[in-house]
């Protein structure tokens, strides 16, 4: 059974910065790419960043390249997402999902809310 949990997000003020954390279970966590989405309410979920499972480029939305950062550490199943420059704009929930740049698993974690404040 597929298992993700995200941790990590909070209330901070604009300019401030928090890292994401996601762990992955349930699946072959080194084989697959992995992805960051974010949901605010009424609207569907938007890719973020996408790290592949090896070598290759990481992907970044716009509105966040330069400022955002995915990682992994496949010894811990753990995606990692290191956001600086929070503006009000980046307030979501974000959710971690398997797949570089597409959500691969249906089933989703209960995400972690990131409200930044002006």
């Known amino acids: 059974q597929v298992q993700l949990v995200e941790s990590g997000g909070g209330l901070v003020q604009v300019g401030s910065s928090l890292r994401l954390s996601c762990i992955g279970s349930?699946?072959?966590?080194?084989?697959?790419?992995m992805s960051w989405y974010r949901q605010v309410p009424g609207m569907g979920r938007l890719l973020v960043a996408g790290i592949p499972s090896g070598s290759g480029g990481k992907n970044y939305a716009d509105s966040v390249k330069g400022r955002f950062t995915i990682s992994r550490d496949n010894a811990k199943n753990t995606v990692y997402l290191q956001m600086n420059n929070l503006k009000p704009e980046d307030t979501a929930v974000y959710y971690c999902?398997?797949?570089?740049?597409?959500?691969?698993?249906?089933?989703w974690g209960q995400g972690t809310q990131v409200t930044v404040s002006s």
């Open positions: 999902n398997a797949g570089q740049a597409w959500p691969r698993y249906d089933s």
């Open positions: 349930g699946f072959s966590f080194s084989n697959y790419g």
